[in-house]
């Protein structure tokens, strides 16, 4: 059922590689990474949201520490383009102080609202800037596949998520793809069936089952 | 089309991962809100991209909080709402749910942009701008309702129209709602006018449902107008008026 990568040379293991040369991605991360209990320290960050919400800048100062790194790392990984992620970051940021009320913890987790506002913004960006020229769109979508590799390399390289590491490694390589696509390339789930050339049910399997296996391995909860 | 169980949960998952297009996510946000199970999963999976975020972690430069925190100053945090998702707002999710009196405020964005559908079209062309445009007509809407001395009056035009003017010295505007409009017909318009003792100045066009801001200063004016126009409208008034409001002293 799997049709062979595009360009039709074998797709390489993953492997994880040394760390040297890989500095700029090797971060540290604030918050909520490699645990197993979502939000680690996020009663701190929803304590922060509510005086956010009544107009306390010194707060949004504060949750703009612990969100920004999150929030211009996953906005650059699917704009790529430095300025724009800077400037669709800076949006993100402010829409954060502008819906700061609306924010309501039994929904989810700080983190998780602000990575999904984050995130929406940055394929927004990019779908906008892609729409006027599809053909092109679907090429960058097979030249994305390409760089999947690389993509997931990254994604293994990084010292600080040796948990999404460790549980990108538990997934089945297609269903990696369809995971990485999706959320490092913003690509649609079409755009994914596309450059995979693989029928749309297959991918929106692989997609699920990839999450609920990340889900489990991560030991997310509501 | 309706999603049947199955069809739903494997879209949960595209959805946490931004995997759908704007039509199928607004489709889907809205199956969230009928269904428990999905938005619990839909939850979770969110929360699980989340960590995919986290994980590409990098501090952006160093000069955008300073930009950041300049740019708050002007502007304005949005009320809490009651709301029935979980997922991220749009402008155009905010102005569908908004309570009164910002119903008002929600006529505007149906009345500019011909309805949310449309809207999240357009975006894919001009977002900023579009929504920097609708924000600042919001938010001078919301600044006259909210302002504390903000005057409202009601009423019914000759054609039925039910219209509310709200106005406020302090914001020096005001702003003119209607409902049930019938349509103006072609080649026509509703145009307002601000009646300052025999003398109607234009302040606007409206030719449907919603809201607008009037134009000119409602100060110095005593009443409000309303007639049929043609298209474009008229430096005075060319047919009887079909509403005459006077404003709230």
């Given at each position: 059922m799997d049709a062979p990568p595009p360009d039709g040379r074998p797709r390489p293991s993953l492997r994880?590689?040394?760390?040297?040369?890989?500095?700029?991605?090797?971060q540290p991360v604030p918050i909520n990474t490699g645990r197993p209990s979502d939000d680690h320290g996020g009663s701190g960050l929803t304590d922060l949201m509510q005086?956010?919400?009544?107009?306390?800048?010194?707060?949004?100062?504060?949750?703009?520490?612990?969100?920004?790194?999150?929030?211009?790392?996953?906005?650059?990984?699917?704009?790529r383009d430095r300025a724009q992620s800077e400037e669709v970051s800076q949006e993100v940021m402010i829409d954060l102080w502008r819906q700061a009320a609306r924010y309501r913890p039994e929904a989810g987790s700080v983190t998780t609202w602000a990575a999904t506002i984050a995130h929406r913004r940055a394929v927004d960006r990019v779908r906008s800037a892609q729409a006027s020229a599809h053909r092109e769109h679907a090429q960058a979508a097979r030249e994305h596949t390409i760089a999947f590799d690389e993509v997931a390399e990254q994604v293994e390289t990084r010292?600080?998520?040796?948990?999404?590491?460790?549980?990108?490694?538990?997934?089945?390589?297609v269903q990696r793809q369809a995971v990485t696509l999706a959320y490092y390339q913003g690509l649609t789930y079409r755009e994914v069936a596309e450059a995979l050339r693989t029928p749309l049910p297959t991918i929106k399997t692989r997609m699920r089952d990839g999450l609920i296996r990340l889900r489990d391995c991560m030991g997310v909860t509501t | 089309m309706k999603h049947h169980a199955t069809d739903a949960h494997t879209l949960a998952a595209a959805y946490a991962l931004g995997a759908l297009d704007p039509g199928e996510r607004a489709h889907f946000g809205a199956h969230l809100q009928a269904c428990e199970a999905c938005?619990?999963?839909?939850?979770?999976?969110?929360?699980?991209?989340?960590?995919?975020?986290?994980?590409?972690?990098?501090?952006?430069?160093?000069s955008a909080k300073a930009q950041v925190m300049a740019t708050i100053d002007g502007v304005r945090q949005l009320p809490p709402r009651v709301p029935t998702s979980a997922s991220a707002l749009s402008l155009g999710d905010?102005?569908?749910?908004?309570?009164?009196?910002?119903?008002?405020?929600?006529?505007?964005?149906?009345?500019?942009?011909?309805?949310?559908?449309?809207?999240?079209?357009?975006?894919?062309?001009?977002?900023?701008?579009?929504?920097?445009?609708?924000?600042?007509?919001?938010?001078?809407?919301?600044?006259?309702?909210?302002?504390?001395?903000?005057r409202t009056a009601h009423g019914r035009a000759a054609n039925g129209a039910l219209t509310t003017v709200v106005s406020s010295d302090r914001q020096n505007k005001a702003v003119f709602s209607a409902a049930n409009l019938p349509a103006p017909g072609a080649g026509k318009t509703y145009q307002l006018w601000l009646a300052q003792g025999a003398t109607m100045r234009p302040a606007g066009l409206i030719d449907h449902d919603g809201t607008v801001i009037l134009t000119g200063n409602p100060d110095a004016a005593g009443a409000v107008g309303l007639t049929l126009e043609p298209a474009g409208g008229s430096a005075e008034p060319t047919t009887d008026p079909l509403l005459l409001m006077a404003l709230p002293a």
């Amino acid at each position: 059922m799997d049709a062979p990568p595009p360009d039709g040379r074998p797709r390489p293991s993953l492997r994880l590689l040394t760390t040297a040369g890989a500095g700029q991605v090797n971060q540290p991360v604030p918050i909520n990474t490699g645990r197993p209990s979502d939000d680690h320290g996020g009663s701190g960050l929803t304590d922060l949201m509510q005086k956010v919400a009544h107009g306390d800048k010194e707060a949004f100062s504060d949750l703009y520490d612990a969100l920004a790194p999150m929030v211009f790392g996953i906005v650059v990984k699917v704009v790529r383009d430095r300025a724009q992620s800077e400037e669709v970051s800076q949006e993100v940021m402010i829409d954060l102080w502008r819906q700061a009320a609306r924010y309501r913890p039994e929904a989810g987790s700080v983190t998780t609202w602000a990575a999904t506002i984050a995130h929406r913004r940055a394929v927004d960006r990019v779908r906008s800037a892609q729409a006027s020229a599809h053909r092109e769109h679907a090429q960058a979508a097979r030249e994305h596949t390409i760089a999947f590799d690389e993509v997931a390399e990254q994604v293994e390289t990084r010292l600080d998520s040796e948990q999404v590491r460790r549980c990108m490694r538990g997934l089945t390589e297609v269903q990696r793809q369809a995971v990485t696509l999706a959320y490092y390339q913003g690509l649609t789930y079409r755009e994914v069936a596309e450059a995979l050339r693989t029928p749309l049910p297959t991918i929106k399997t692989r997609m699920r089952d990839g999450l609920i296996r990340l889900r489990d391995c991560m030991g997310v909860t509501t | 089309m309706k999603h049947h169980a199955t069809d739903a949960h494997t879209l949960a998952a595209a959805y946490a991962l931004g995997a759908l297009d704007p039509g199928e996510r607004a489709h889907f946000g809205a199956h969230l809100q009928a269904c428990e199970a999905c938005r619990e999963e839909a939850a979770e999976f969110e929360a699980t991209a989340a960590r995919l975020a986290a994980a590409v972690s990098q501090p952006p430069a160093a000069s955008a909080k300073a930009q950041v925190m300049a740019t708050i100053d002007g502007v304005r945090q949005l009320p809490p709402r009651v709301p029935t998702s979980a997922s991220a707002l749009s402008l155009g999710d905010i102005l569908r749910r908004r309570a009164a009196p910002f119903a008002l405020a929600a006529g505007l964005a149906a009345a500019s942009l011909g309805g949310v559908a449309v809207w999240r079209a357009q975006i894919e062309q001009n977002l900023k701008a579009q929504a920097r445009q609708v924000q600042q007509q919001l938010d001078t809407i919301s600044a006259v309702l909210a302002a504390p001395d903000a005057r409202t009056a009601h009423g019914r035009a000759a054609n039925g129209a039910l219209t509310t003017v709200v106005s406020s010295d302090r914001q020096n505007k005001a702003v003119f709602s209607a409902a049930n409009l019938p349509a103006p017909g072609a080649g026509k318009t509703y145009q307002l006018w601000l009646a300052q003792g025999a003398t109607m100045r234009p302040a606007g066009l409206i030719d449907h449902d919603g809201t607008v801001i009037l134009t000119g200063n409602p100060d110095a004016a005593g009443a409000v107008g309303l007639t049929l126009e043609p298209a474009g409208g008229s430096a005075e008034p060319t047919t009887d008026p079909l509403l005459l409001m006077a404003l709230p002293a």
